[in-house]
């Protein structure tokens, strides 16, 4: 009986992994055979020089290496704005002060519900000027009031869970709303929603992409002239979406590590 | 306990009502007064407003009328006031309450560092010590999750003492423990009375108010119903409805 719903199991997986080789095939398939089919010339190894180049030994960056640089500083800088606007935010809206809360509120509502494109745009033609910044710091500051209106959900809600006998006892032993934070809540709020904060950072680096429109040559800027020059098209873009995908597993995988070794039982 | 001396009153209750915001009536014009050493015992069926009074005694609920003096110091919307009687008021939960992410020992030397402003070395000598006393001193280093739910009480109540407090309020703090570890945790609470800890206890545990309260307060619908020292209070009470529920609960 046992043995037999071993092998049931069993079977079962050997069925999930040929559907799953199945689809991952059939579907490359019908890639390779549409763009067969539209007459397309697959130009693999005119990619790399676009990566890099070796001149007499001396290692030089190609474009998309060079607007991959740009994507990682516009997203670690951003980023870093984003875990600030966003812990700021939900301070503001958990606070007694009426003011505080105004404001937090007003943002989020307007972050929220208008399209990271055109708040990119106005930042990059009304606020930029204003401020007297550059390009790169307009989309900077773009990218980290969108994503930090989401980042700020997300503290709130991982603070809102923390129990309330946390406060109670922090407040009993005279410790300051400051200090209660700092050292009781938070701890305990940010290691809960480490997942959601790292899924933030992920879809920063996409949107990313979108700051393109106000010619920062990140790499999606780079992609598109190179094609729009070359017509290789698919390769390229393949291309940076797996240094893409590359970015975003490690940056999972990182934290999933730290996950597990910071993990508190509660 | 009749040879206890008492001190001055430290707590004084003057009057306090609370309702909460959906219409409870917590406590309906409740005074007491308390003496510094005196183990105040608060019985009562559930929703009598016991723990409620516990809680407004150090500014964890709003009190909506009368006042509350602990040790001179009026409770009110002053913030250093207030301060001043978190410092000097600790509390037990019936859930412990200990910082799960913190080992022992830095859940009892944090407020004394950051409140206190003690140094490092001298909180955790107080701790150490304080852990011995209440009979754990070799789990400092182990985290809340790792203790049983006595160790964590015990815990809880060292991390209490640690702030030196006038005096110590225990919120049903054996409600939420297996049978078999509510002496060890009684135990602690026995000898802080007899150290001369002023105390102020909500309990169901009547053998603990029979042995150790000097004064037993009975409470129903927010309100005092009986009280009286324990001898009077267990032997002869004179309420229908405190031998009521002493009968429901004996």
Redesign the interface.
Known sequence: MLNSTYRFVKRMHIFDISAYLFLMVGGLFLLIKGAEDQGYYWQWFRIPKYLYQIDEGRFIAGPILKGLKITLNLTWISLILTYIIGLVTALMRLSNSLLARGIARVYLEITRNTPLLVQIFFMYFVVAPILDIDRFFAGVLALSLFEGSYASEIYRSGIVAV?K??W?????????TY?NYR??IL??AI?RILPPLTSQAVSLIKDSSLVSVIAIYEMTMQANEIASETFLVFEIFFTIAAIYLALTITLSQIVAYFEKRYR??? | MSAKEFGDYIINVDGIGKTFTNGVVALKDFSTNIRRSEVVVLIGPSGSGKSTFLRCL???EEIDTGTITIDGIPLDDNKKNR?EI??E???V?Q???????LTVLRNIT??QM??RKRTKNDAQDEAMQLLKKVGISDKVDA?P?QLSGGQQQRV?IA??LA?KPKVMMFDEATSALDPEMIGEVLEVMKDLAIEGMTMVVVTHEMGFAREVSDWVIFMEDGMKVEEGTADHFFTEPKMDRTKLFLSQIL
Not at chain 2, 95 to 101: D, I, K, Q, R, V
């Open positions: 129990n006998g946390q109670e006892a922090s407040y009993t032993l005279g410790l300051s200090q050292y009781i701890p305990q290691r508190v039982v509660s | 150090n500014g964890l301060l978190r410092k008021v600790g509390m939960f859930h412990f309450n200990l910082f799960p992410h944090l407020a950051l409140v985290f999750s809880a991390r209490a702030m």
